[in-house]
């Protein structure tokens, strides 16, 4: 699975069967335990197949819904990337919720009888540290933010949408669908993962967790027979 070749293909829309056939190569290898590899589980409620690690860049295949057992709801996790992102959805119809967030202006005195209170934040906004563990922690920082959920943006299978590093979003399925993307991300430098917590939330960690290698297997077998069947339609 070559980043370069893949990226090409998925901004140019030059070869729409190569996202598809890549990751059908490389879900038929898992399945058969040809490459050894555990799906993590991720707090936002997907299973992630990480395949390509190189330097800034990776590749990895996003599991959602069907048989995956539940983690926090994707909905609810609004957050930003470090890493500008290209993701193809293989099956299923996968939404991006863009959310605009300001930073409040301080208190404006009133101008008149009917003047209310200007809107206040939201959100705190918390920086997300990984370790190679697999453990997040999530430190609130001093910034406070009012933050506004954008139009819903539906990707389907086939389709191709990108999201820019620093971008506040949710991701969610369809009342739990199975769906599942491809997903290319180039980290930046200089920047952090951000999360929306709540104003007065503390600091806590979460845990990656890998599944076992049978769960896994069985998992990527689902999905791949879905990559197939959406070949044929």
Known sequence: MDYDELEHALRSGSAARAPRAAAADVLGEIASGKRELRA???PLGFLCLPVVRDGERGVCVHLFG???PAGEPAAAGVHAHSWELVSHVLYGHVSNVPVRVTDPAAPAPASGPDAG???????????VHSAPDGTDELRPTGRLVRSEPGPEQTSTGG???TLAAG??????????EPAATLVLGRTLPDR???FLGPLHGPGH???RRLCGEEDTRRTVRA???RVHAGHRE
């Open 167 to 176: 971008e506040f979003h949710s991701t969610v399925v369809r009342n739990g």
């Open 192 to 194: 952090s993962d951000l």
């Open 117 to 127: 209170p200007s809107p206040g934040p939201t959100h705190r906004v918390f920086e």
């Open 159 to 161: 389709e191709t949408y």
């Open 223 to 225: 999905a791949l027979r």
């Open 40 to 42: 993590v589980r991720h």
């Open 205 to 207: 960690r979460t845990v």
């Open 66 to 68: 069907g048989e995956i």
